[in-house]
């Protein structure tokens, strides 16, 4: 199965620009391959599509191309500014008119399965446990410093990671010892660094 997720940009280009038609859907089957298309901000309607993409693999024995149509609110990277090529009203209206959370709130808020105040109490909850994460977290000694160069790559080590180790292996000769604030942290790791200081 193939899911496209086409959310109307190829970095600053619209689609409706790259080729004809509003999406990829209609490729599909000049290749032989079923394709569905479905609403990509509505969460039980991209279930249902997957499920049915899913039975048409199995039960065919071939590809199925599922295209979710969505829009992009956010930038396509940190490097991009997507308001250069967009109005910014744009982006708020399609935020505020097809939210696919707020349009999931809604359906199960008239299901009667959902309310201001389950929100709440979810909210808090969930905001405990991730507190408690935390203190648990912040307790638990760390690896060894030199641990933080291994089990990246397989095979032998790339040069680069062998001249960070070696930089921060001087650096800490340099200041492990004398600068405060580098003894407080070092403090926070098994062995204080010194597996670093021993290669």
């Not at 405060?180 to 942290?185: C, I, L, N, S, Y």
Request: include cysteine; charged fraction near 35%; hydrophobic fraction near 35%.
């Amino acid at each position: 199965m193939f899911i496209a997720r086409n959310n109307g940009f190829a970095i600053s280009t619209p689609s409706t620009e790259q080729y004809y038609g509003d999406g990829i859907a209609a490729r599909g089957p000049g290749y032989g391959i079923d394709t569905v298309r479905v609403d990509g901000n509505d969460v039980l309607a991209v279930l249902g599509a997957t499920r049915e993409a899913r039975r048409r693999c199995l039960e065919q024995g071939r590809a199925v191309l599922l295209e979710a149509m969505t829009y992009r609110v956010g930038h396509h990277s940190t490097s991009d500014d997507s308001f250069a090529y967009r109005a910014r009203s744009e982006v708020e209206d399609r935020k505020r008119i097809d939210n696919p959370i707020t349009r999931f709130r809604t359906f199960l808020e008239t299901q009667g399965w959902w309310n201001a105040e389950a929100e709440e109490e979810l909210k808090a909850r969930l905001k405990a446990d991730v507190m408690k994460a935390f203190r648990r977290a912040e307790v638990i000694p760390r690896c060894e410093l030199g641990d933080l160069f291994t089990d990246v790559y397989g095979g032998e080590e790339p040069w680069n990671i062998r001249e960070q180790r070696q930089e921060l292996t001087g650096l800490l000769r340099k200041y492990g010892e004398v600068y405060e604030p580098w003894r407080k942290e070092l403090a926070k790791f098994k062995n204080k660094g010194q597996d670093l200081l021993k290669q």
